[in-house]
Every structure is written in structure tokens, then in C-alpha cells.
């Protein structure tokens, strides 16, 4: 999507947890904590997901610190950058990231540019996030993918735009 947007005219930024190109390229900013392979990433998502011992005020707590971390990172980024559309891959489908979701779901909210939200797949249909360990994140999951007047959806196929518009409205 990026080379074709690019060969129509348009300025492409890159917004990722991890490309080996970031640090030779100015329009990809790295948010390395948003990379669903970073130790912290896979800690956090096993402690909401699988079996945890962790209590649910240290879970929400961890899960409100990271949010608030990729807040900040995410409006840094989007207050520099000033974009003018704003494409999402799969950040609002899944919970592979869930912090980084709900941060960047805030920082869409205040600035309210247009939004195009790419959808492969739901959390509702992957086991992995089937079994969330505390209401908090079932409450975010639910919350996803967001409805929101600046936002459009697209999907993979007429099933999962069905789906989508089951969950959505």
C-alpha cells in the first residue's frame, strides 16, 4: 500500500514497533515498544491472556502504564506530523497490543482526522484472546474495533464485514 500511495503522489509515514529501515528513513517512526516481538509486549499480552497470577489492580496498573507511554509516543508523532489520512492496520482487530490500541484509539480521538481502519482478522475469532484473565481487557477487546464518525473499515472479505457489522452496528 505504502509504494502504491507513494507512485500516486502522496507522502507516506510509517508509524511500526520495528523496521530495520527506520533509522536511515525520516518518514518511518519507530515506536519500539509497539513491536508484538519486544519482551515487554509478549510479557504483558501472556499476563492478559493466558493464566496469570498477577493481581488485577497490578495487571490494570501495568496495562494503564503502557497505554499511557504509547500515548505519549503516538501524540508526539501525530502533533509533529500533522497527517492528513491516516491508515491503521490490524491495530484495532486484534489484541496483540492492546495498549497501544486503546493509545492510539485516544490519540485519533483528539485530533479526529480521517481514518481508514484495515482489518484481516477479529479478535472474536482467534482463541488466543478468547479467554481474556480480567474485565478490563474484556472490556477493551469489546470496545474494539471502534465506532467512530472519522473512521472507515475495511476488511478481508464479505464474511468478516458481516461480522464486523453484527459486533459494530
Not at 480480567?134 to 472490556?139: A, D, G, S, T
Amino acid at each position: 500500500r505504502r509504494k502504491a500511495l507513494q507512485r500516486a503522489g502522496h507522502n507516506v509515514h510509517l508509524i511500526t514497533g520495528s523496521d530495520p529501515k527506520a533509522n536511515l528513513d525520516p518518514t518511518i517512526h519507530l515506536i519500539s515498544g509497539m513491536d508484538l516481538k519486544s519482551p515487554g509486549t509478549r510479557k504483558l499480552r501472556s499476563m492478559l491472556f493466558d493464566s496469570s497470577s498477577t493481581p488485577a489492580d497490578i495487571a490494570e496498573y501495568n496495562f494503564k502504564t503502557q497505554t499511557e507511554i504509547f500515548f505519549d509516543q503516538l501524540g508526539e508523532t501525530f502533533t509533529q506530523e500533522d497527517f492528513d489520512l491516516i491508515f491503521v492496520h490490524n491495530m484495532f482487530s486484534l489484541g496483540y497490543n492492546l495498549p497501544a490500541s486503546i493509545a492510539l484509539l485516544a490519540v485519533l480521538d483528539r485530533i479526529k482526522k480521517p481514518v481508514v481502519a484495515v482489518n484481516h482478522d477479529f479478535h472474536w475469532d482467534r482463541p488466543a484472546f478468547s479467554n481474556p484473565q480480567y474485565e478490563f481487557v474484556l472490556n477493551h477487546l469489546n470496545s474494539l474495533p471502534p465506532k467512530r464518525p472519522y473512521m472507515s473499515h475495511l476488511v478481508i472479505n464479505s464474511q468478516a464485514q458481516m461480522d464486523l457489522e453484527v459486533r459494530t452496528g
